[in-house]
C-alpha cells in the first residue's frame, strides 16, 4: 500500500511569470472555512469582491467578476462571449499568448486576421489603424503585459481606432493589472480579463474580467448560444448580479483569498502600488545591467512586472535556474517559445515585488555566474 | 471612500447539495505557500494527486486529472471532448443535472435524444437499450448521484448496452464520488466526471475527472477541434502526462487541499468511508420518517450523500431554511427545479457526514418546527 506524507512543500521566493508570492493575509484568509455559495454573507462578500476588481481595473463597468478557472479561462471567456462563428477578429501577435488568443479565436470559429512583430516588441494605433483598413473587425485583441516576452503594449489611442470602425477592443492584463496602470475605463477598453494570482498575488484558480456596456450590448445581439456553458457570461450575469441565480459553485475560498488581496492592493493604493512595481524593476534593471547583462526590451517598453533578460553568451540557463531553485529556493523561469533558451524570465510581482527579494537574486545570480 | 473589514464570515454546518465542511487538515493545506506550477516538487504532487484521484474512482485509467474548474468545468469537459458537432448523443434526464448535461450537448452541437423520468426515479439498462435500438448513440449520458433528487442511478449491467452498439458511457457523479462507490473499472464506465467540494471535502474549484483507453481512442479519432481550448483534454494531458508541457497555471493551492482530501479518504478506507455515509444517512431518514416526515425518493434508491425530505403540509420551507441558518448557522437547501417548495435538500457529505451533525439537525428541526 502506498504511504503518503504530510504535505512537505519547501516554500519558494516565486520571481518568475507567476504564480507570485501569497501574502500571509492572503493564506488565511483561503484557509476561512467555507460557507454555501448562497450564503447571505457569501453573497455581500461577492459584492466586495465585485467593487474591489473595479477599484483595480479603474472602471465602473457592472460586469465585472472574477471567472471562476486560471487566467485562460478569462481569455476563454472574452473569446467565447463575444465572438461568433463568422465575426471577423483582429489579433495583434508579439509574443506566445497573442498567439493563444489566436488559437481561441479559431476555435470558436472567428474569421481570423493577425498582424505581428518580433517578441519584444508592440503595436502603434496606426498599424491597427492600418489593418482594419485592410479590413474592419468585430473584435481586435492584444497583449498589455505579455509575459514571455516582458514588452508592455502602450494603450493610448487604441480603443479610438477600433472604435471609430465600430468594434470591440479586447486586452490581456494577466501579467499587468495591479502593477501597472490598466486604466479600463480611462482607455475605453471594452472586454479585459486578468489572473488573480500574478501582480494581484492571490492563489491561481480565478480570472478577474470586466466587460464595458458597448460590449454587452453587443453580446446581447448574438445570434447564436455561448459554446461554452461554463463561461456563458449572461448566465453567469444571473448569479452575480441582483437575481443570484444559481449557476456553478462558485470556488468559495479561493474568493476569500481574492478579496484579501484585492483588499491589500487598496489599502497600499494603486499610485503607491504601481510606484513600488516600478521601483523594484528599475533597481533590478540597473543592477543586472551594472552586472554586465541585456535586458530583452528597450527600456520605455518594459513591463514592470516581467522582465527579460539576455542569457550571457557560454551560460548553460536551465542550469542557472536549476541552482537558484535547489539551492536558493528562488524560482525565475526560462524563455518561452521564440525566446526559447535566449532568456530568463524575473517576475517582480503583487508580493514578490519586494527591494529584498531583488537583492537576493542578484546576490543568487552573482554565486552562480561567477562560480 | 469605501472601508472593507478583515474577512468576518460567521462559519456554517453546511448540510446542504455542497459545498460540505473541510476538514481543519484540508485547509491547512490549502493555506500552503503556492510554489511554481512547473517547480518537481509540484510536478511530485501532481502524481500523488492523480493515483490518489484513481483510488477514489477505483480505477487504473491514465487520464485520471482534476480539471481546473468546479464539478460543471468537469461536465463541460466531457461533454466538449467527446462529442463532435452531429454526434449521436443520448442524455438519460431525471433531474436538474442531466438537463444541464444535455444543455451542454446542444451547445456542442451534439445531435441529441432525450429519455426521461420523473425526477426521483432512475433508469434500467432496458431502458436505455430500448432507446438505443430506436437510434445509436456515440455516447450515453447519466448522473449517478442526482443532487436535485437525491436518487441515486444503479450503474450495473449499463455499459455492456452502451458498448454493445458502439458508444461510450459518460457518467455524472459530481454528489457520488468519495461517498458511495462509483467503481469505474468494475462498471466499465467511459467518462466519469465529480467535483471536490461535495463527498471529498476539498474547497470547491476543482473537477475530478477520469477518461476509460475505450473513450481516449475516441478522442484520438476527432476530426475536429475541442472548441474549447480550458478544458481540451489532448492539452491538458501534455502538462498532466510525462511530457510536464505548460498548458495552463494550475491551480496550486486547491491542489494541495484536494491531495489532503484524498489522503484522508485514503486513510479512512473507502469501504469505512461509504459505511459511514450509509450509516449517518440511514439514521437521518429513520429519524426523520419517526418525526412523521417523508423521503421523496424510495427506500432502495436513496442516495446515503443527498436527502430530498418532503415538506410537510402547512410548512414555509423557506422560512425553516431562514431560521436553521440564523439561528443555528446549518445550512440545508431547498427544492430545485421540479421539487422547488416541495422538498428540502440535505446533504451529508464527505467531512460533513457525522452523526452529532444529524443530531444537530433534527434537534434544530423540532424546535423551529415544534415552535
Not at 124 to 135: G, I, K, N, Q, T
Not at 259 to 272: F, I, P, Q, T, V
Amino acid at each position: 500500500m502506498t504511504s503518503y506524507t504530510d504535505l512537505n512543500i519547501t516554500p519558494r521566493t516565486l520571481l518568475g511569470p507567476g504564480p507570485s508570492d501569497v501574502a500571509p493575509r492572503v493564506l488565511r484568509a483561503l484557509a476561512h472555512p467555507p460557507v454555501g455559495h448562497l450564503d447571505p454573507q457569501f453573497v455581500r462578500l461577492m459584492d466586495e469582491v465585485q467593487n474591489l476588481l473595479r477599484y483595480v481595473f479603474e472602471t465602473e463597468n457592472q460586469m465585472t467578476i472574477p471567472i471562476s478557472g486560471t487566467g485562460s479561462a478569462g481569455m476563454e471567456a472574452a473569446v467565447a462571449n463575444f465572438i461568433e462563428p463568422g465575426d471577423p477578429v483582429l489579433v495583434c501577435i508579439n509574443g506566445y499568448f497573442g498567439m493563444r488568443i489566436a488559437e481561441m479565436v479559431g476555435r470558436y470559429g472567428g474569421d481570423l486576421v493577425t498582424i505581428e512583430k518580433p517578441w519584444g516588441e508592440v503595436f502603434s494605433p496606426e498599424e491597427v489603424d492600418a489593418a482594419l483598413r485592410r479590413r474592419p473587425a468585430k473584435v481586435v485583441a492584444m497583449v498589455h503585459g505579455e509575459t514571455s516576452t516582458g514588452a508592455m503594449q502602450p494603450l493610448d489611442g487604441m480603443a479610438e481606432v477600433v472604435h471609430r470602425q465600430g468594434g470591440l477592443l479586447l486586452v490581456d492584463t494577466v501579467a499587468s493589472l495591479g502593477g501597472v496602470p490598466v486604466g479600463v475605463d480611462r482607455h475605453d477598453l471594452d472586454i479585459v480579463y486578468s489572473g488573480s494570482q500574478k501582480a494581484l498575488s492571490a492563489p491561481p484558480g480565478l480570472a478577474p474580467l470586466t466587460v464595458s456596456p458597448r460590449a454587452m450590448e453587443s453580446l446581447k445581439r448574438r445570434e447564436s448560444k455561448v459554446t461554452s456553458w461554463y463561461l456563458d457570461l449572461t448566465l453567469l450575469g444571473t448569479y452575480w448580479g441582483s437575481s443570484r441565480m444559481y449557476h456553478h459553485t462558485a470556488p468559495i475560498n479561493m474568493n476569500y483569498a481574492l478579496r484579501e488581496a484585492l483588499r491589500l492592493a487598496y489599502e497600499e493604493g494603486l499610485e503607491a502600488c504601481f510606484a513600488r512595481h516600478r521601483a523594484n524593476a528599475e533597481f533590478l534593471w540597473s543592477s543586472l545591467e551594472a552586472m554586465g547583462m541585456q535586458m530583452h526590451v528597450e527600456p520605455e517598453l518594459r513591463l514592470p512586472t516581467l522582465t527579460t533578460v539576455r542569457v550571457p553568451d557560454g551560460v548553460d540557463e536551465a542550469a542557472v535556474r536549476s541552482r537558484l531553485l535547489s539551492e536558493f529556493n528562488l524560482e525565475i523561469a526560462g524563455g518561452l517559445g521564440a525566446l526559447k533558451g535566449k532568456v530568463w524570465r524575473v517576475g517582480l510581482m503583487g508580493y514578490s515585488s519586494q527591494h529584498r527579494n531583488v537583492t537576493l537574486l542578484l546576490g543568487a545570480l552573482r554565486e552562480v555566474l561567477g562560480g
